[in-house]
């Protein structure tokens, strides 16, 4: 029976709350370990006399210190490192400092920080943390499963590492995004550390400086494709059934060849999404619903311009689609309603070899060459890059959208920030101030003309933990497009009009907590069999997801 840090307090020698490890074994495990937090009773009842320091601090005290060491590191490289050790070492005490500085650290331990992190990932290694599962593993995934120490597993991130943000194929050293992103599960949303579990799949690699890099960790060999991967995968999407049959699978960062196939072929067999199609999908439509109040327009009334044919543009589309339907457009309108520019030029029916997913895209037009002469034949209202190519929202690009325009939607939204479309300033300055603008990654605020914008961010952090959440506590079996349109839905009503007035389309992170019940609500309320939480009013079903929510707290005796 492990430690249990999630309750506040413990009836005095219940050894249900108590740990059976004892003395420097307890200090070893991350989990039950609180340091110098260990009261004087729990010294002497746990065999820790002499193994600490003498003075017994409170967890905030530990914060402070934590505060003091994590700022005096050099680089956020060096900031990821230390955040990552504590994680290691005190788990409580991590997720306690994150949450209350979840502004200033969710950069550190997922994008931009986690890009750089991956690139250097054997070289910055430390601890194991997590499955790996190899081409070498297939006939015996569901025993290495087993292996896993926890059974009741909510939530698994599972990459292959082939499309590390906008980094491309960094093979096994992509295991940094399963272990961010869960850690965001549960500083953004309280899924229980213990039920979260991040899993590389490591097929090899197409990235030769890793392969020959003598301390790369994975399998220092060329990815397999074809029949051996899709059968590796079949069976470990089956044996994750058998061994964690309570667990939502999300895909994350999977190139768009096996993304796209790999989702039409699971969503509706299992609990699973893909966050780069969905997920993305959900914070963008999110992001447009509080544009056009800004624009004092209609989602209806925009044309969306992608730079970018892949799964995030797809899936954004996808999602778009979606929701002017909802709004009573009839579907091919809708989809005439969004444009894809990608590395040949403008999508447009006739072209030669489109891939399947860009297909409902391709319109009858002429072809242009390029995204400038694109925005200036499609006159998009919205331009929205996921292209993972940097710098491409040009002036000219911005001028032209400004001309076209009284308020340009412009989201850059790819990453980390070096492969950002434009920069938030860039933005702001070659649209005269007039833009709504949204990045990827975080920026600064920015001030034209007198008037200071807070640029959002369309972190997929708004969207997954609340997801997962309501997922978790409706015990809904599939993740269907309703649950992304009503987080998406739900994420934008937490927008102010004092936000607005900044030209800020997303809340602050700092209210990350409060905005993830509120897409769990949302997910719960339209989940297919989602239980009994469904008939529950709003205030009440909020409080049961909170109920179900880990809050980093040390228990007392
Ligand atoms: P992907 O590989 O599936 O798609 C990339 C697309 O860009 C492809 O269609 C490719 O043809 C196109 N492209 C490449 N070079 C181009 C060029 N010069 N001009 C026009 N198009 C070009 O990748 P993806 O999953 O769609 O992700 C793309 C980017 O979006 C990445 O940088 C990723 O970090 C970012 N992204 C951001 C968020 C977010 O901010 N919330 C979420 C998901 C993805």
Request: contains cysteine; proline residues 6%; glycine residues 8%.
């Amino acid at each position: 029976m492990a430690h249990n840090n999630r309750q506040a307090t413990a009836p005095a020698c219940d050894p249900q709350y108590f740990p059976v490890v004892t003395g420097a074994d307890l200090l070893n495990d991350p989990r039950s370990n609180k340091g110098t937090g260990f009261t004087e009773r729990e010294r002497d009842e746990l065999k820790l006399r002499g193994l600490l320091p003498p003075r017994v601090f409170t967890l905030e005290q530990q914060a402070a210190r934590i505060m003091e060491n994590y700022r005096r590191q050099p680089t956020d490289l060096d900031k990821y490192i230390f955040l990552g050790a504590l994680q290691d070492r005190n788990e409580t005490l991590f997720y306690r400092t994150v949450l209350d500085h979840v502004e200033e650290m969710v950069p550190i331990i997922y994008t931009p920080t986690v890009g750089e992190a991956c690139k250097k990932f054997a070289h910055i290694f430390r601890r194991a943390r997590g499955l790996y599962v190899t081409a070498k593993d297939a006939g015996r995934v569901e025993e290495l499963l087993r292996n896993w120490p926890e059974r009741d597993v909510a939530v698994i991130v599972v990459t292959d590492g082939e499309r590390i943000l906008g980094l491309g194929d960094l093979g096994a050293n992509g295991m940094g995004i399963p272990i961010g992103k869960l850690a965001l599960y549960s500083v953004c949303a309280g899924v229980p550390p213990e039920r979260c579990l991040p899993i590389m799949l490591d097929v090899g690699t197409g990235n030769e400086d890793f392969r020959r890099d003598p301390l790369y960790l994975g399998t220092a060999e060329p990815r397999i494709t074809g029949p051996a991967y899709d059968t590796l995968v079949e069976e470990f999407v089956q044996a994750t059934q058998t061994v964690f049959p309570k667990a939502i699978i999300q895909f994350e960062d999977f190139a768009n060849r096996n993304a796209i196939p790999l989702l039409k072929k699971y969503r509706d067999r299992v609990c699973c999404f893909n966050d780069d199609i969905q997920g993305t999908a959900a914070v963008a439509l999110a992001g447009v619903y509080a544009a056009v109040k800004i624009q004092r327009k209609q989602l209806v009334d925009q044309t969306f311009l992608f730079l970018g044919a892949g799964s995030a543009a797809t899936g954004i589309a996808d999602l778009l689609v979606a929701a002017m339907r909802a709004d009573g457009l009839p579907e091919q309108e809708a989809r005439r309603r969004c444009w894809l520019v990608d590395s040949t030029g403008l999508v447009v029916h006739g072209r030669d070899r489109l891939a399947s997913h860009k297909l409902p895209y391709a319109h009858d037009h002429a072809f242009a060459a390029d995204f400038l002469s694109s925005v200036q034949t499609i006159k998009p209202t919205a331009i929205i890059g996921v292209s993972g190519q940097a710098k491409t929202f040009t002036r000219e690009v911005l001028e032209a959208m400004a001309s076209i325009n009284d308020t340009p939607i412009v989201f850059a939204l790819s990453n980390p920030t070096s492969k950002a479309e434009c920069t938030a300033e860039e933005a702001y300055r070659w649209t005269n101030g007039t833009a709504v603008f949204a990045g990827g990654s975080p920026f600064a605020p920015v001030t034209v003309g007198g008037r200071t914008f807070v640029p959002g961010q369309g972190n997929n952090v708004y969207i997954f933990p609340g997801v997962g959440l309501g997922v978790m506590g409706s015990g809904a079996k599939r993740v269907t497009e309703k649950m992304f349109l009503a987080a998406a839905r739900a994420l934008a009503d937490k927008v102010d009009d004092d936000h607005l007035a900044e030209g800020r389309i997303y809340p602050p992170l700092s209210d990350i907590r409060d905005v993830s019940v509120a897409v769990a609500a949302s997910v719960a309320r339209v989940a297919d069999h989602g239980g009994e939480l469904q008939g529950l009013p709003e205030r009440e079903l909020e409080s049961r997801l909170r109920s179900l929510m880990y809050v980093p707290s040390y228990v007392m005796k």
